[in-house]
């Protein structure tokens, strides 16, 4: 799998994990509500490096796509996080 669908993939599944959040959000403890807006936060940090690094795939540095997949897998364990913290 290349580099463009490793990201479009974990964009993805970060997309699930955030609209299970999102739906289940009213039921939580206000820690978890804070957790969740934090995470709101880096989720555009995220969505503005994946735009870019898609858009220059070519062209971008290895630093950027590592810094990409970083932000992503950390982006996927925090809301893998809160939906644990929401069973």
Not at 20 to 38: G, I, S, Y
Not at 66 to 79: F, H, I, M, V
Request: net charge negative.
């Amino acid at each position: 799998m290349g580099l463009q669908d490793e990201l479009k993939t974990l964009s993805d599944k970060i997309k699930q994990y955030r609209d299970e959040a999102r739906v289940q959000l009213h039921l939580a403890h206000q820690d978890v509500k804070d957790e969740f807006d934090e995470l709101e936060q880096e989720w555009g940090k995220f969505r503005t490096r994946f735009d870019q690094v898609m858009d220059d795939a070519g062209e971008a540095s290895q630093e950027a796509r590592q810094t990409a997949r970083k932000l992503g897998e950390d982006l996927k364990k925090g809301y893998e996080n809160i939906r644990d913290k929401m069973k």
